[in-house]
């Protein structure tokens, strides 16, 4: 079994309003902004290692710019690269922004990967936002609410189990768990993970005709509590929950969505189990079993069923596919 990637280091976000988004993120999430150059705004949150692991850049559409990973070595990096090409895609080094030399490729469902091994190991040892606990890069957040840090992004394809078994096959994420309508043996959501978590990488099946969507990011909160006071505050400054909290049976996380200014969708997640087994067989489930949502007593929206950037076709979530698009999804699929 090969491993080549440790983790999810950034992602970076197209916006239409730059500023209203950064201001958001500082202000709202709790973020810090580390810093700005013609490729976007930096931020970070307070307990990040790295730099950064969030990029907020101008586009005329909320979209996944980019999502990047950290190796597990330099050696691996290179490797990884060798993988890549042999498997059919052609991407490009460049020297990136407190990551050094770095690979950057198109997968074949259209989304932009960004592999490093270097980084910059981040701790403000003065000043305000200096920690008094020696393993903690920056001191707390004075935002109530903020996350801890980046947790796992979840993107859209046009075949859940093709690109599932793509990302194991050339860089080693362990499959942990799928999604099947209750209809029919269709996947529509899989986990993937380079570490111990449920997960750091996930799928939905999109039906849309345009490449290289994402349905959403996450962040991570040390305690179930931190998290319904993020949910709390979210609402009292006038932005709404999507969804939840609740819990979700893959995983176990406890979770709620809501949308930043361009509509993109965050999740907030804490909690659930850590999986060490190395031959780990993954689960198939029906939304039926509660794969979504644990207690199986909620409606869940249309609008979870929203990825961006926005496209022509459905796209199922990760707790099935809506009724009102189930028809269109299932064409010629069944």
Not at 37 to 50: F, H, I, T
Not at 119 to 135: I, K, M, N, Q, W
Not at 167 to 195: C, H, Q, W
Not at 250 to 271: A, H, K, V
Request: charged content about 25%; glycine content about 8%.
């Amino acid at each position: 079994m090969i491993t080549l990637l440790s983790h999810l280091s950034y992602v970076a976000l197209t916006t239409p309003d730059v500023e209203a988004s950064v201001d958001f993120y500082v202000n709202q999430v709790g973020m810090t902004e580390v810093g700005r150059d013609d490729d976007g705004v930096y931020l970070r949150c307070w307990g990040d290692y790295y730099s950064y692991s969030l990029v907020i850049t101008a586009g005329d559409e909320p979209a996944l710019h980019s999502m990047a990973w950290r190796t597990t070595s330099a050696e691996a990096l290179e490797a990884a690269v060798e993988r890549i090409e042999a498997a059919g895609s052609v991407g490009e080094w460049f020297e990136g922004r407190d990551i050094g030399r770095a690979y950057r490729f198109v997968g074949p469902w259209g989304h932009t990967m960004v592999l490093h091994w270097d980084v910059v190991h981040h701790r403000y040892t003065e000043g305000d936002l200096a920690s008094t606990f020696p393993d903690r890069p920056q001191r707390r957040s004075r935002v109530a609410g903020a996350p801890r840090q980046l947790d796992h992004v979840t993107i859209c394809a046009s075949d859940v189990d093709a690109f599932a078994k793509w990302y194991r096959d050339v860089f080693g994420f362990r499959i942990m768990a799928r999604t099947v309508l209750e209809e029919a043996p269709i996947s529509v959501f899989s986990v993937l993970t380079t570490n111990e978590k449920s997960h750091d990488l996930g799928v939905v099946l999109d039906g849309s005709t345009r490449a290289g969507r994402v349905n959403h990011f996450a962040f991570w909160y040390d305690t179930r509590e931190e998290m319904l006071i993020a949910a709390d505050l979210l609402m009292e400054n006038g932005t709404m929950i999507e969804y939840g909290p609740t819990i979700h049976g893959i995983g176990e996380q406890s979770f709620l969505y809501y949308r930043d200014p361009s509509t993109m969708r965050i999740e907030l997640n804490t909690g659930g189990y850590r999986n060490y087994v190395p031959d780990w067989e993954p689960q198939t489930w029906k939304t039926s079993q509660g794969s979504y949502d644990i207690y199986r007593n909620a409606g869940f929206p249309v609008s979870l069923s929203d990825s961006f950037p926005p496209a022509d076709g459905p796209t199922a979530t990760e707790e099935g596919v809506p009724d009102e698009i189930k028809a269109d999804l299932l064409k010629g699929r069944v």
